[in-house]
């Protein structure tokens, strides 16, 4: 697995690379991917994001994070021996940050549920219906409790959601 973390703009990312290659793999090793994949992460400003999501979701406005799939780890069309380009997560930690406190997070514990919440993404997961953001929230869950424990941390001190659902997506 390679994680590749851009940040061009160096910009506080809110938690530092190794816990992003370690959320991205917590992920794929939660949802079984065996597969070599390739996973993109930027960290960007409002500005960029705002750009972003009004190309790709109308939506004019600045966002928290953005995913973009390319191939799926569970399709046969690539050859076993090539890694699958997953996807981009990107990450806007202005944003971020600002809404933190809203959910009762930290900036840090905020940009980490983002960037589990992209890879579930890119793994085909979506909230649009009720059935689908339980189930997008239990792996979330899941994942960050792993990496708690991975840190030292009590996995029963993280809780999320309900914060997934966006009917407009």
Do not use: K
Request: hydrophobic content about 45%; proline content about 6%; aromatic content about 4%.
């Amino acid at each position: 697995m390679a994680t590749l973390i851009a940040n061009d703009g160096d910009l506080d990312m809110l938690i530092e690379g190794p816990l992003v290659s370690a959320a991205v793999n917590a992920v794929l090793v939660h949802e079984g991917v065996i597969r070599d994949v390739n996973v993109s992460v930027s960290f960007v400003d409002e500005d960029e994001m705002r750009g972003l999501n009004a190309a790709w979701r109308g939506i004019d406005a600045p966002t928290d994070v953005l995913s973009f799939e390319c191939d799926s780890p569970f399709d046969d069309d690539v050859p076993d021996d090539e890694p699958i380009e997953l996807g981009d997560v990107i990450l806007c930690p202005g944003v971020i940050a600002s809404q933190a406190p809203e959910f009762g997070n930290t900036p840090a514990e905020e940009c980490l549920l983002m960037l589990v919440h992209g890879m579930f993404h890119l793994l085909g997961y979506d909230h649009i219906d009720e059935q689908g953001a339980n189930e997008m929230e239990a792996g979330e869950l899941a994942v960050l409790r792993t990496l708690a424990v991975n840190r030292g941390l009590d996995p029963h001190s993280v809780r999320i959601g309900p914060m997934t659902r966006h009917l407009d997506d």
